[in-house]
């Protein structure tokens, strides 16, 4: 009898801790999340430091990828940290970049143990982080949360593992299956609610690409406009092969608050590259790759090697049917709005049907939320 309440009083406390490991995580995750779209070419990543059921330290990976989190943790911790945990949404790193690594500040401020949700595939990493630590007699528990840290560590994953970032298609479609009106005549698909939302996921992007064929119908800005997070306006890409972009558009004459870059055939006139570079531009020159338009694997490497984790893809219509034909877009945001725009307005996917996305065994629905008349749906890969 006496075993049997000791035994009970025993699984009810490991469950109690791992609970308390779950809040824990889910609290890390959360911090890590408010880097998103500023840190790259490194990972957002989170840590909070607890010490006998108090958190004594939260930390998040800083704008321009450093500090990182967990330096960031441990400073707020200070002598707190001696015997602490240490949550974190992605393995410590083991290496000496452009700081010394995380896993030997956990060290020597005396962390007993580390709870990470995630292995850094990164290869100066991919393990070492943890086997580190271990060797220091720290306790190292990897695992908890692991789906949720994979899914908030897609960029960082897709550009380690296939040197592209992830990419996210963003389509605000009419009842009638358009993303906008004949002859580039203004049209709100979506309301308010919609754009507010559209602004964050903007935010939350490293950058945001679109054609030339929308520059020239919409003249569009693409930056961040939520009150006070100007700063989080994401790099503006934009596909045009020919340097056809006006030096009057929005986008070039905000090149020099924003960065604009413009993604060109290795044919294009020489004098364009030149006159889009004065006004602040910058030119990817991209090797012809036998398709029509840009060759889109060599564009996304591209953008890459400069350090995009995360990619919002905002249109039109041929770029939305070229990322997806391409089998290239790993999340959709698809706005459905509730006014019509008529039979000759521009379709979704230029010659696809949206049935390509909506019906394909690739994806499956992650989320929908409603706001006021429009919905969105998110669909992730299968
Ligand atoms: N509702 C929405 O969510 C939304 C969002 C954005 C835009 N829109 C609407 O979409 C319309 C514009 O769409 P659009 O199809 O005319 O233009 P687009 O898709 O923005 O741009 C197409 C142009 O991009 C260039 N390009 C370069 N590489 C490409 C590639 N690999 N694949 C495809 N294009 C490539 C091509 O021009 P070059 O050959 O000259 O490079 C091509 O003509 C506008 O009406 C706009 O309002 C709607
Ligand atoms: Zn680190």
């Given amino acids: 009898m006496i075993f049997r309440i000791l035994e009970d009083q025993f699984a009810q406390k490991a469950r109690e801790a791992r609970d308390a490991d779950r809040r824990f995580m889910q609290l890390a995750l959360a911090l890590g999340r408010r880097g998103q779209g500023r840190t790259w070419p490194n990972p957002a990543v ?13 930390g998040w990976t800083q704008a321009g990828g450093r500090p990182h989190a967990e330096p960031e943790a441990l400073r707020r911790a200070g002598e707190a940290a001696r015997g602490a945990t240490l949550y974190v949404t992605l393995e410590p790193c083991s290496h000496f970049g452009k700081s010394p690594p995380c896993a030997d500040a956990a060290i020597a401020a005396g962390i007993k143990r580390v709870v990470a949700a995630i292995e850094d595939p990164n290869p100066e990493v991919a393990g070492q982080g943890h086997a580190r630590l271990r060797a220091a007699g720290i306790t190292v528990d990897v695992g908890l949360c692991a789906a949720e840290a994979a ?48 602004h ?17 119908a919409d003249d569009p800005l693409l930056t961040c406009r939520l009150p006070g997070m100007g700063a989080h306006s994401p790099v503006r890409v934009v596909l045009d092969q020919n340097l056809r972009i006006p030096a009057t558009s929005k986008l070039v004459q905000s090149a020099r608050e924003t960065p604009l870059w413009v993604v060109a055939s290795e044919l294009a ?21 036998g398709t029509p338009g840009l060759d889109l694997p060599a564009v ?83």
């Fill in 46 to 58: 989170g840590a909070v430091i607890v010490k006998d059921g108090v958190i004594v330290g939260r």
């Fill in 151 to 198: 899914f908030d560590h897609a960029g960082h994953f897709r550009r380690i593992r296939d040197r592209r970032p992830h990419v996210t298609l963003k389509l605000a479609v009419s009842p009638d299956g358009k993303i906008g009106a004949a002859g580039g005549k203004p049209v709100a698909i979506t309301g308010d609610a919609v754009r507010d939302r559209v």
């Fill in 200 to 216: 964050l996921l903007r935010a939350r992007s490293d950058a945001i690409l679109v054609g030339i064929g929308t520059v020239l």
């Fill in 269 to 289: 006139e020489a004098a364009a590259v030149t006159r889009l570079g004065a006004a602040g531009a910058q030119i990817i020159r991209i090797p012809p790759g």
């Fill in 300 to 382: 996304l490497h591209a953008l890459a090697e400069k350090g995009i984790t995360r990619l919002m893809v905002e249109g039109g219509s041929r770029v939305a049917a070229s990322f997806v034909s391409s089998d290239l877009v790993d999340e959709v945001w698809l706005f459905r709005g509730a006014e019509a725009v008529g039979a000759d307005g521009v379709d979704a996917l230029d010659a696809l049907p949206l049935s390509k996305i909506t019906q394909s065994q690739a994806y499956r629905v992650h989320a929908s939320e409603t706001f006021d008349r429009d919905t969105l749906t998110i669909y992730g890969r299968a």
